[in-house]
């Protein structure tokens, strides 16, 4: 059974870089028809799609956050991860990693548990 | 980017009674080329990350009980669950899949009476 597991630090300073990693268990990353995506959520603003990426390396961010995301992959290690750059208060959320179907936009029918990063000093 | 709306933002039900959850995009995402709208419904119960229910607006995913049906088409789509169980109590999700970025609705949350 295909398991996601989020893993970061719980607390990061403003103006910091938050990074994750999500690994993949009972299947793997690569080859496969599947996207892997980031997902948050925080009160103020709902659910929110970070973005995504291919096992090849391809990805697909959302506009609103593009200039501060950078999404990669290790196969060897069947992970990916998220860094977002320069996090305010905002970024305060519970962070999702997912298996995304069809492609880098579709919707996600595995989820990792979350992990929840606060921004604060 | 597509705006998703539900409502209502909340309903409180009897067991056994019947819920519906609205669901309307910005624009359409029924894509012609497939005839397929690219809309996702989740379940999210307290503490536990969303699970999807239904994709395609309408295709059960497996292992979902057949009391869940998804229907609609273009921009209006609606979450039916025929007999509320006490385990349906969470919140309800949709989600377009037809354009970037991804985006859900609100949130609609279902109590029980």
């Known amino acids: 059974q295909l398991q996601l597991q989020e893993s970061g630090p719980g607390l990061v300073k403003p103006s910091e870089t938050l990074s994750l990693t999500c690994t993949v268990s009972?299947?793997?990353?690569?080859?496969?028809?599947?996207?892997w995506g980031w997902i948050r959520q925080s009160p103020g603003k709902g659910l929110e799609w970070i973005g995504s990426i291919y096992y090849s390396g391809s990805t697909s961010y959302n506009p609103s956050l593009k200039s501060r995301v950078t999404i990669s992959v290790d196969a060897s290690k069947n992970q990916f991860s998220l860094k977002l750059t320069s996090v305010t208060a905002a970024d305060t959320a519970v962070y999702y990693c997912?298996?995304?179907?069809?492609?880098?936009?579709?919707?996600?029918?595995?989820w990792g548990k979350g992990t929840t990063v606060a921004v604060s000093s | 980017d597509i705006v998703v709306t539900q409502s209502p933002d909340s309903l409180a039900l009897s067991l056994g009674e019947r819920a519906t959850i609205n669901c309307k995009s910005s624009q359409s995402v029924l894509y012609s080329t497939t005839n397929r709208n690219y809309l996702a419904w989740y379940q999210q119960k307290p503490g536990q990350p969303p699970k999807e229910l239904i994709y395609?607006?309408?295709t059960r995913e497996s292992g979902v009980p057949d009391r869940f049906s998804g229907s609609g088409s273009g921009t209006n789509f609606t979450l039916t669950i025929s007999g509320l169980q006490a385990e349906d109590v969470a919140v309800y999700y949709c989600q377009q899949y037809y354009s970037s970025p991804l985006t859900f609705g609100g949130g609609t949350k279902v109590e029980i009476k």
């Open positions: 997912a298996r995304t179907v069809i492609r880098a936009l579709g919707y996600m029918d595995v």
């Open positions: 395609w607006a309408s």
């Open positions: 009972g299947g793997s990353i690569s080859p496969s028809v599947y996207y």
